[in-house]
């Protein structure tokens, strides 16, 4: 991408709505634009980062066995009044009604609209099991939208419903998705710890959430600290092998958010200077709830013992637009963003330092082709701009790393390459620099 065939509209002033640094940073680098109260516009940057997020959770989703389809934003009310949640969800819920005055809504969640899936094709247990995962738009008419992306009314989510024959195999599904968010996270550059959690509205025993711990995190939370830098499983998990020692390697450890917490158990448990007491994003939700749905909805499937019973269920939801707001919280410093190499909008930068100038346009095209057969998805800053502007845009987006040409270096038949996260600066020949890079 040439830069000055992009839309890049950088902020020079942190604007003033923004409380928390992530939120700042992603007006300033021009990756979103507030629309409406926790509403917003994705511009290409911010767009790019999402789909790169958005394509991490699908690989692993699809890796764990689960199958993409994509449900709609706009639900009829009628489902939820079969379910029994339609009043009980309250004043989150945006209600619509359509030209014949029929009730809709606008999706805070799906598991309604999936059950009604399942019930309509699936019957039996040699069907199972399954697992039903979107990515899609959802809606809640949150009372304090704020911080950006992280708590918008409008967000992306990847919601995933796992449908079992028995309590047993529903386990079995669960910790799939358990394992596959901690794969799905830490490819993102995250430290995400799972704790223990509230099953809330959505109802059921078993359930976790995936915290990153940040100062500007909106939940409470308390940990083993030794859970915080285990590794995850690793992409070559076998998800059909026995996934249970994986879960209990980490569930054997105290962490739980506020609403779970028990100081005494935490302090009896936990040896004083492991005891982690701290600020955490929810950037992920699992639950296991059985029966909950499947019950008054009629979604029953025929056992081995050839006996009709209602399917067991879980959900599993990631919160991928947030997720932008969760790794900018974890990965900046005051020049900006320093994005992890999965989800860098762009991998690599060439920057001109004298536009105009032959030799300075020649060795940047040459090097911004390379970078492109490479694959290393290059942008190319070919703006008529001063040096320190150019600079400092590409340290404000944050792209890992970068190609700086200036007509002095190439007198002496060097260019410049800089690592973002590292902060260095080297200088070698234009073939090096590539060689390096790709
Ligand atoms: P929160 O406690 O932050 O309100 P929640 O518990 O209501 O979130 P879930 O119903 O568990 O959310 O939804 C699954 C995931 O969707 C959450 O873990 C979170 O990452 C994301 N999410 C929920 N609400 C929002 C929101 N208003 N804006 C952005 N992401 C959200
Ligand atoms: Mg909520
Ligand atoms: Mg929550
Ligand atoms: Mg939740």
Redesign the pocket.
């Known amino acids: 991408m040439r830069l000055s065939k992009f839309f890049l509209p950088v902020l020079k002033e942190t604007p003033a709505e923004a409380k928390i640094i992530s939120h700042q940073l992603m007006l300033r680098a021009g990756m979103i634009k507030q629309t409406g109260s ?1 509403i917003y516009s994705w511009l290409p940057l911010g767009l790019r980062v999402l789909k790169k997020i958005e394509n991490i959770v699908r690989e692993e989703q699809d890796r764990a066995g689960a199958v993409e389809l994509l449900m709609p934003t706009i639900q009829p009310a009628e489902l939820w009044k079969e379910s029994g949640r339609y009043e009980a969800y309250g004043k989150e819920m945006l209600r619509i009604n359509d030209r014949h005055d029929r009730e809709m809504l606008f999706g ?2 799906n598991e309604e609209v999936v059950t009604d899936i399942f019930r309509s094709y699936v019957r039996s247990y040699k069907q199972l099991p399954l697992n039903l995962y979107h990515i899609q738009w ?1 809606f ?1 008419d ?1 009372i304090r ?1 704020r911080f950006g ?5 409008e ?3 990847k ?1 995933a419903y796992s449908f079992d024959v028995s309590e047993e195999e529903a386990r079995r599904s669960y910790y799939k998705m358990f394992c596959a968010y901690l794969n799905t996270f830490a490819r993102m550059g995250l430290k995400a710890v799972p704790m223990r959690a509230d099953t ?1 509205p ?1 109802g059921g025993d078993l359930s976790h ?2 915290i990153i711990l940040a100062e500007t995190g ?2 409470a939370v308390f940990c083993d600290s030794e859970l915080v830098n285990m590794p995850p499983p690793g992409l070559d998990l076998d998800f059909e092998s026995d996934l249970l020692p994986e879960v209990e390697k980490r569930t054997k450890y105290y962490a739980a958010t506020e609403e779970m917490h028990d100081q005494s158990k935490f302090e009896a448990e936990v040896p004083e200077e492991r005891r982690l007491s701290a600020r955490g ?5 699992i639950f296991n709830f059985g029966t909950k749905y499947s019950e008054p909805m009629k979604a029953n499937v025929m056992t081995s013992e050839g006996r009709e019973a209602p399917v067991h269920m879980g959900s599993y ?3 991928v ?3 932008l707001g969760g790794i900018i919280e974890a990965c900046h410093d005051e020049k900006g963003v320093i994005w992890p190499d999965e989800v860098a909008p762009f991998k690599s930068a060439v920057i001109n330092l004298r536009q105009g100038d032959d030799a300075c346009d020649a060795a940047c095209e040459n090097a911004y082709a390379k970078l492109e057969a490479a694959g290393f998805e290059p942008l190319y800053d070919d703006r008529d701009e001063r040096p320190g502007a150019k600079l400092s845009t590409l340290e404000l987006i944050g792209i890992p790393s970068a190609i700086v040409i200036g007509p002095r270096g190439l007198k002496n038949g060097v260019v410049e390459v800089k690592n973002r996260l590292i902060g260095t600066t080297e200088e070698m020949s234009l073939d090096a620099a590539l060689n390096k890079l790709t």
Request: proline share 6%; net charge neutral.
């Open positions: 926790g805070p969640t959802k809640r949150e939208p992306v992280m708590r918008g009314r967000f992306l989510m919601d809330g959505i959430e995936f909106e939940s994003i929810e950037v992920g939700h939801g990631i919160g637009s947030r997720l």
